[in-house]
């Protein structure tokens, strides 16, 4: 017969066991999806900020930039909102440039920011280690360019929110896009700023929902969820960068 303390210890042996095999899976577990994380970081970080924004978000910092690029153009702000939404997820995708040579949070291609007049770059539009500065106004005059220097600092540049979301909104200006355009003037001069049927539903699709209603979030000012995703986003980012 085996004394109680035996069965006991062998008990606690086989605890043992069964806790350091516990311990091994989650370290492999971790170590799993670390690398499935790593692997796909930058996906799972753009889906991140589109839950953060939620269908209706709008960052409240940018609304007085859509509204008076878009009162200067005689558009809806709500539509310049969507594009950059779609485009570049209020400039937080972690592709700003995007494979072809699109930059910045409206994503121009360089040649339609400076003029295709200029004969340097590609024929998709990118320009790279030409020498010329997209951002020069004179460039971009003398070139027949769309680049606008909206906030008077002496350049037009497309990374800037305010000289792109103007420049957005004079491009659709000039593809007859008003505030009181029809569904198919609005398809129409999306399809000419990015040649995608996918893009097009996708913007009319997000400014539908602005249509309906708009939330403007304020980093300052959120509620528990949104500071959770705040909080992982900002170690994403660290982690990506």
């Known amino acids: 017969m085996i004394p109680f303390s035996g069965i006991l210890y062998r008990g606690e042996n086989n605890m043992r066991k069964v806790f350091r095999i516990s311990i091994l899976f989650v370290l492999f577990a971790l170590i799993v999806s670390s690398f499935i ?3 796909n970081r930058e996906r799972v970080q753009n889906e991140m900020y589109r839950t953060y924004y939620g269908q209706h978000g709008v960052p ?8 008076q690029a878009a009162a200067r153009y005689g558009i809806d702000w709500k539509l310049l909102a ?9 400039s937080n995708s972690s592709a700003m440039q995007s494979s072809v040579g699109a930059i910045g949070p409206f994503q121009f291609m360089p040649k339609t920011w400076v003029g295709w007049g200029y004969k340097g770059g590609t024929s998709l539009g990118d320009i790279e280690h030409d020498g010329i500065d997209v951002t020069d106004p ?14 008077g600092d002496g350049k037009a540049d497309p990374t800037s929110l305010v000289d792109s979301a103007h420049t957005a909104a004079k491009y659709l200006k000039q ?12 398809a129409t001069a999306l399809f000419e700023y990015n ?6 539903s996708d913007v009319l699709a ?6 309906q209603q708009v939330e403007a979030i304020d980093a300052n000012d959120l509620d528990l969820k949104k500071k959770t995703l705040a909080f992982f986003l900002r170690i994403s980012s660290r982690l990506t960068n």
């Open 37 to 39: 994380y790593w692997q």
């Open 60 to 67: 409240a910092e940018n609304i007085d930039i859509y509204e």
């Open 82 to 90: 969507s594009i950059h939404r779609v485009e570049t997820i209020f």
């Open 138 to 151: 004179k460039s971009i005059e003398k070139y027949g360019g769309l680049g606008v220097d909206a906030d």
């Open 175 to 186: 593809h007859d896009v008003t505030q009181t355009s029809d569904r198919d003037t609005l």
């Open 195 to 200: 040649r995608s049927e996918q893009y097009v």
């Open 206 to 211: 997000q400014y539908d929902r602005y249509q």
